[in-house]
């Protein structure tokens, strides 16, 4: 099971940090990515890493404003959210996600492994 973090509530501009971390196993043998869902929108994929942090990917609304890092230590896959919009508005989740069309494809695919709860993110004035 993976547990989401960080979420809440902020003024356009604003930053937050979205946390993921694994109950009872080990994210260092997976990729993982941050997806989000808005009301009456589709799922998107916002951000993956492979699980040796060489690979990286971004959609394109939030590429030079997010930044997804691993720290192994804590077991855990973060997202740095800066200069947030209102349109970033959305539950957050974390998941694992497909390592081949990370690193070939540059694409954010969930394996549908793990997934968390999510997390919601405001951006409002």
């Known amino acids: 099971q993976l547990v989401e973090s960080g979420g809440g509530s902020v003024q356009p501009g604003g930053s937050l940090r979205l946390s993921c971390t694994a109950s009872g196993f080990s994210l260092d043998y997976y990729s993982i990515g941050w997806f989000r869902q808005a009301p009456g929108k589709e799922r998107e994929g916002v951000s993956c890493i492979s699980s040796d942090d060489i690979s990286t990917a971004y959609v394109d609304s939030v590429k030079d404003r997010f930044t997804v890092s691993r720290d192994k230590a804590k077991n855990t896959v973060s997202l740095q959210m800066n200069s947030l919009k209102p349109e970033d508005t959305a539950e957050y989740f974390c998941?694992?996600?497909?390592?081949?069309?990370?690193?070939?494809?540059?694409?954010?695919?969930?394996?549908?492994?793990?997934w968390g709860q999510g997390t919601q993110v405001t951006v409002s004035s």
């Open positions: 998941a694992t996600v497909n390592p081949i069309r990370l690193i070939v494809g540059s694409q954010c695919v969930p394996t549908d492994d793990y």
